[in-house]
């Protein structure tokens, strides 16, 4: 497969800037904007698929790394370890989903990762769409042997996704956290920040055993800038939330992901 090496079509003093919108549109949603990231590295930093990706999963990691101490003002961390059944059950899944799916990503031809990467934006539209800012639910399982088993199949789903994705997986995770566990939703936004860090860390290891790996040494001071700006925009997103209305907020975001999702699919 080629998944050669490229260099951004912009300046390092871009990256900043570039991470502080991607940011700021995941502080909106309460997210770390990791999905529109991606397409932004591939679209207008002209990185190859494989090299996105990683890229993406290293700044994702530290934008995660700094929002775990961040959100423990407002939901304590001894609420977040008496969950540690879910965290426990989801991750069960979501390690080895994460490590399949770096796995495959870094045997895929190019093409095939643009499509599938494609395919996954779409998705996260969806999701985006018909399932952020709903309320606590009642658990769609009961507790037992099924629901624990849902949430090994739901982890595992989850894993794939995030790592071909290089994504944090938290649009995907409180769903699912809401849905079949019946958690509230903020505290299905700390229980899901604690789900992702060992997730992202197990195909991070996966994809250090790639050549394309060495993408994060030739541009660690772009990465370390792109995500310096995207912890600056997720903060300044989340003081604007409230302000832009929902109505019109997750059908915009939305569209931007559909919108990258072509433009990925036609990437060459």
Same mark, same amino acid.
């Given at each position: 497969?080629?998944?050669?090496?490229?260099? !951004?079509?912009?300046?390092?003093?871009?990256?900043?800037?570039?991470?502080?919108?991607?940011?700021?549109?995941?502080?909106?949603?309460?997210?770390?904007?990791?999905?529109?990231?991606?397409?932004?590295?591939?679209?207008?930093?002209?990185?190859?698929?494989?090299?996105?990706?990683?890229?993406?999963?290293?700044?994702?990691?530290?934008?995660?790394?700094?929002?775990?101490?961040?959100?423990?003002?407002?939901?304590?961390?001894?609420?977040?370890?008496?969950?540690? !059944?879910?965290?426990?059950?989801?991750?069960?899944?979501?390690?080895?989903?994460?490590?399949?799916?770096?796995?495959?990503?870094?045997?895929?031809?190019?093409?095939?990762?643009?499509?599938?990467?494609?395919?996954?934006?779409?998705?996260?539209?969806?999701?985006?769409?018909?399932?952020?800012?709903?309320?606590?639910?009642?658990?769609?399982?009961?507790?037992?042997?099924?629901?624990?088993?849902?949430?090994?199949?739901?982890?595992?789903?989850?894993?794939?996704?995030?790592?071909?994705?290089?994504?944090?997986?938290?649009?995907?995770?409180?769903?699912?956290?809401?849905?079949?566990?019946?958690?509230?939703?903020?505290?299905?936004?700390?229980?899901?920040?604690?789900?992702?860090?060992?997730?992202?860390?197990?195909?991070?290891?996966?994809?250090?055993?790639?050549?394309?790996?060495?993408?994060?040494?030739?541009?660690?001071?772009?990465?370390?800038?792109?995500?310096?700006?995207?912890?600056?925009?997720?903060?300044?997103?989340?003081?604007?939330?409230?302000?832009?209305?929902?109505?019109?907020?997750? !059908?915009?975001?939305?569209?931007?992901?559909?919108?990258?999702?072509?433009?990925?699919?036609?990437?060459?």
């Amino acid at each position: 497969m080629n998944h050669s090496a490229s260099n !951004p079509s912009q300046s390092k003093a871009s990256a900043f800037v570039g991470g502080g919108l991607v940011g700021t549109l995941g502080g909106l949603i309460g997210l770390g904007g990791a999905e529109f990231r991606l397409p932004l590295l591939i679209g207008f930093y002209r990185f190859a698929a494989l090299e996105a990706v990683i890229l993406n999963k290293a700044m994702s990691l530290v934008v995660v790394a700094f929002a775990l101490p961040f959100r423990t003002q407002a939901v304590p961390v001894a609420q977040v370890l008496s969950h540690w !059944p879910v965290i426990l059950n989801l991750l069960a899944g979501s390690l080895i989903g994460a490590w399949c799916g770096a796995s495959w990503a870094t045997r895929m031809r190019s093409d095939l990762l643009y499509r599938i990467i494609a395919i996954l934006l779409v998705g996260m539209a969806v999701v985006l769409w018909t399932s952020h800012g709903a309320g606590s639910h009642q658990a769609l399982l009961q507790p037992g042997p099924v629901q624990i088993a849902g949430g090994v199949v739901a982890g595992f789903a989850i894993g794939v996704v995030a790592a071909v994705m290089g994504v944090a997986g938290g649009e995907l995770l409180i769903p699912t956290l809401t849905l079949l566990f019946g958690v509230d939703l903020k505290l299905a936004g700390s229980l899901s920040l604690a789900i992702s860090l060992p997730t992202m860390l197990a195909a991070f290891a996966r994809y250090s055993r790639d050549q394309s790996f060495s993408v994060l040494v030739r541009h660690r001071g772009f990465a370390g800038l792109m995500a310096a700006g995207s912890i600056v925009g997720a903060y300044l997103g989340g003081l604007l939330l409230g302000i832009v209305p929902t109505g019109l907020l997750l !059908p915009l975001l939305a569209a931007i992901l559909l919108i990258s999702a072509v433009k990925v699919w036609r990437h060459k």
